[in-house]
T-cell receptor
Framework: GNSVTQMEGPVTLSEEAFLTINCTYTATGYPSLFWYVQYPGEGLQLLLKATKADDKGSNKGFEATYRKETTSFHLEKGSVQVSDSAVYFC?????????????FGKGTKLSVKP | GAVVSQHPSWVICKSGTSVKIECRSL??????MFWYRQFPKQSLMLMATSNEGSKATYEQGVEKDKFLINHASLTLSTLTVTSAHPEDSSFYICSARGLGGRSYEQYFGPGTRLTVT
């Protein structure tokens, strides 16, 4: 079945460091891919998305490229800030379900120190 | 943006009792609501999907008689954990999607931590 695997955290970085959070997926067909972010005390929010191979999603300085050949959707940011501290979830949209169900990875907690 | 609230944010109950969790869309009408469960260091697992005014659709392995879902209005869905046991202790998250919203356009609540003693 469809699944998402992302690197385990927690990840601790200093401000202005480069961030990579790895995400790979297993899916039949051509799923859409997403990164969600959950700030402390808040609900998950859509950070960025890509709907087909080679698409690059970007938002708030974060980027991720849909790589079909490596079944990956790694999240990157060139210079993290303390305010980026949150839990990041990689997800794919399973079109096989009647409701279009999101399938999530386990989440990666990022802590950015000043 | 669209806001979804959950109440309570945390609850402790005794084994054998029932607990109700509310999920509300505050500034939009949610035609579809989703209930997820998250174990520590695990991903969110979809439990059920509910459409306003109709019965919820449960995922395989989820006991519908234990996890009662009601979506009586366009702004409120409730999850009732009946005869709770310690293994039901978990983090429960709801999300809501408005009319015409795409499948991934779900707005998530902040979650409810349930501890059954």
């Amino acid at each position: 079945g469809n699944s998402v695997t992302q690197m385990e955290g927690p990840v601790t970085l200093s401000e202005e460091a480069f961030l990579t959070i790895n995400c790979t997926y297993t899916a039949t067909g051509y799923p859409s891919l997403f990164w969600y972010v959950q700030y402390p005390g808040e609900g998950l929010q859509l950070l960025l998305k890509a709907t087909k191979a080679d698409d690059k999603g970007s938002n708030k300085g974060f980027e991720a490229t849909y790589r079909k050949e490596t079944t990956s959707f790694h999240l990157e940011k060139g210079s993290v800030q303390v305010s980026d501290s949150a839990v990041y979830f990689c997800a794919l949209l399973n079109y096989g379900g009647s409701q279009g169900n999101l399938i999530f990875g386990k989440g990666t907690k990022l802590s950015v120190k000043p | 943006g669209a806001v979804v609230s959950q109440h309570p944010s945390w609850v402790i109950c005794k084994s054998g009792t029932s607990v109700k969790i509310e999920c509300r869309s505050l500034d939009f009408q949610a035609t579809t609501m989703f209930w997820y469960r998250q174990f520590p260091k695990q991903s969110l697992m979809l439990m059920a999907t509910s459409n306003e005014g109709s019965k919820a659709t449960y995922e395989q392995g989820v006991e519908k008689d234990k996890f009662l879902i009601n979506h009586a209005s366009l702004t409120l869905s409730t999850l009732t954990v009946t005869s709770a046991h310690p293994e039901d202790s978990s983090f429960y998250i709801c999300s809501a999607r408005g009319l015409g919203g795409r499948s991934y356009e779900q707005y998530f609540g902040p979650g409810t931590r349930l501890t059954v003693t």
